[in-house]
């Protein structure tokens, strides 16, 4: 069993920044985040792999980034130019090595307003 703790979430003014970190136990192959606004499905954020491997959704290529600290079993996202759109309950997200099984955490939100 795999868990994830979350942290990092608030209430930031457009164009600000929040960083949200997330600490898995075990050993993993994947971490990530998704997120969910009201009355929308879960999405793609951002995925790195133990490798370093990275993957974005296209909404928040140039804006924000994904890192993992292997040794702390650690993954952040720093998120800069924060938009209203990017509004939502984040979750992380593992996956471990040759398993197909999805962990996730119970969710940070994320609000950007004025």
């Known amino acids: 069993q795999v868990q994830l703790v979350e942290s990092g979430g608030g209430l930031v003014q457009p164009g600000g920044s929040l960083r949200l970190s997330c600490v898995a136990s075990g050993s993993i192959f994947s971490l990530g985040w998704y997120r969910q606004a009201p009355g929308k499905q879960r999405e793609l954020v951002a995925t790195?792999?133990?490798?370093?491997?990275?993957n974005y959704a296209d909404s928040v290529k140039g804006r924000f980034t994904i890192s993992r600290d292997n040794a702390k079993n650690t993954v952040y996202l720093q998120m800069n130019s924060l938009k209203p759109e990017d509004t939502a309950a984040y979750y992380c997200?593992?996956?471990?090595?040759?398993?197909?099984?999805?962990?996730w955490g119970q969710g940070t939100q994320v609000t950007v307003s004025s």
């Open positions: 997200y593992a996956r471990r090595y040759f398993s197909s099984t999805e962990y």
């Open positions: 790195i792999t133990s490798t370093g491997t990275s």
